[in-house]
């Protein structure tokens, strides 16, 4: 007889297996996003705007950032609150497992799928287009690490305000677009201007980008990123677990 | 000290100031079927959920095999199997991951292969739970409460939304359940199913309880447990109709009389006509059923 904890983590791992939008969207889009820019030439110049660097070496950390947040923000919120509005979060109430245990499962699975995503797309980068691993093996882990945690606990605070699963998926796309904008998808955080770089470094996926930029450089990355995501973690864990509602 | 498989004593519940459960009171004992029968919106939902344990009573006491509910978990969850209202599973989870996903959760579980060999879910072992029919899901959830082993189950509106086959398969199922031995709080509002399995009712309506006794003491005590009908215009007097022996009512409705009484009622009837010599047409005598009792008992603006 297996435990309770290790059966409702087996049980979820196979229907996360069976849903192959977030499979797809979570494990295999942000490796087709660098894909797709790799193929563009010039995106694999040196150029003298970024240091020397190619777009192809900011962009390793930027889909890196696009799978935490596909699976923090596009994956895990309907999920949750679906479990919440479809009784099964009460139905569990009623038996000797708490339902906590399955909204733990969803979380550490989220987070091994966005882990696994990173690796491949760092893996693919490096295999496909020479993009450097991580200078900083250590600091780029515990950035990244901490990336994934404040972007689960932005995803958990998204269904805690939410009551529907409707409700749910559209705050969800809602702090998606700001969430692409501060991680660099649109224009790698590392060109913006100094003052929006200084501004995005304040939000979750601004701090990580800085972070992970800095450690695959080989640098430390600051205490000041990562105080950043710790304390937004913190604070969105706090928020959720305050507002959210069993039923 | 108490022997009752569930208590219920005083029991209040109000949301944003408004009495939806105000002061009921029954007891179940070992190995019964307990009805809570009443329109929607009387608080039979939230009863139960007070004896489950999902909301705490702002007022009274409630045991379940002399644990609270509220405090115990533990061990209510233990002794206690649910089957809810309006809750469903995860849509892609088979019948089988169902089954050994809730065993899991219980220290010594029923074999969830036994189980669905009973509650026929043998042939539907790998078909997800969105695929299923509705009664098929309502015999999963009966196995879902039962596979903990529990000694008393709640099982709430079972058969809402189930067609007639269906909810017939699904009385028998309820039936098994009690002649193993598993005490059987039931919520309805279909009389049929209530008369059929319950071995006493408490009628509830508004948030207090209307009337408890067996289904047929509920209908004795209203309209009598015999209906006598005839085509009106048989020359006897009403009144003494009302005077035959057990009769309780006589109206004249639709073109047709109706005396509610006893057996003895129906026997003093025939007798009647015979002394007076006169023929009733379209006579007939049936049992009383429970929609009677029931309408009598829950208020006008109900109907």
Known sequence: MSTPTATVLKTEARLFGREPGSLFWVMLSPTLLLVVLGLIPSFREASEDLGGRRVIDLYVPVAVLFALIMSGLQAMPPVLSGYRERGILRRMSTTPVRPGTLLTAQLALHAAAALVSALLVVAVGRLAFGVALPGNPAGYLIALLLAVASGLALGATVCAVSRTQKIATAVGSAVFFPAMFTAGVWVPVQAMPDTLQRIVGLTPFGAASEALDTAASGGWPGWAALGVMALWTGVLTGASVRWFRWQ | ?303
Not at chain 2, 101 to 127: C, I, T, W
Not at chain 2, 219 to 240: L, N, Q, T, W, Y
């Open chain 2, 1 to 303: 000290m108490t022997t009752a498989a569930i208590e219920v004593r005083g029991l209040h519940k109000s949301y944003a100031g408004r009495k939806v459960v105000d002061g009921v009171s029954f007891e179940v004992g070992e190995g019964e079927v307990f009805g809570i029968l009443g329109p929607n919106g009387a608080g039979k939902t939230t009863a139960v959920e007070c004896v489950e344990g999902l909301r705490t009573p702002d007022e009274g006491l409630v045991r379940v095999c002399g644990y609270d509910p509220a405090v115990r978990r533990a061990e209510v969850t233990r002794v206690l199997g649910v089957q809810l209202q309006e809750s469903e599973l995860q849509a892609k989870l088979t019948v089988r991951e169902a089954l050994d996903l809730y065993a899991s959760f219980h220290e010594r579980p029923a074999d969830p292969h036994a189980l669905a060999e009973r509650l026929g879910l043998l042939p539907h072992l790998k078909v997800r739970f969105a695929k299923l029919s509705g009664g098929q899901k309502q015999r999963l959830f009966i196995a879902l409460a039962l596979i903990g082993d529990p000694r008393v189950v709640v099982l709430d509106e079972l058969t809402t939304g189930l067609d007639p086959r269906a909810r017939r398969e699904v009385w028998s199922l309820v039936e098994a359940v009690r002649d193993s031995g598993v005490t059987v709080l039931l919520v309805t509002h279909f009389m049929e199913e209530a008369q059929r399995l319950c071995d006493r009712i408490a009628v509830l309506d508004r948030g207090r309880i209307a009337a408890l006794d067996t289904p047929e003491g509920l209908i004795r005590s209203s309209g009598g447990a015999k209906e006598i009908s005839f085509a009106a215009g048989v020359p006897v007097d009403p009144a003494e109709l009302r005077a035959l022996p057990g009769a309780v009512s006589v109206t004249t409705a639709d073109g047709r009389t109706v005396v509610g009484g006893t057996d003895e009622t129906v026997t003093a009837f025939v007798s009647l006509l015979a002394r007076h010599g006169v023929t009733a047409h379209q006579l007939r005598v049936t049992d009383a059923t429970l929609d009677d009792a029931y309408l009598d008992l829950t208020g006008d603006d109900h109907r």
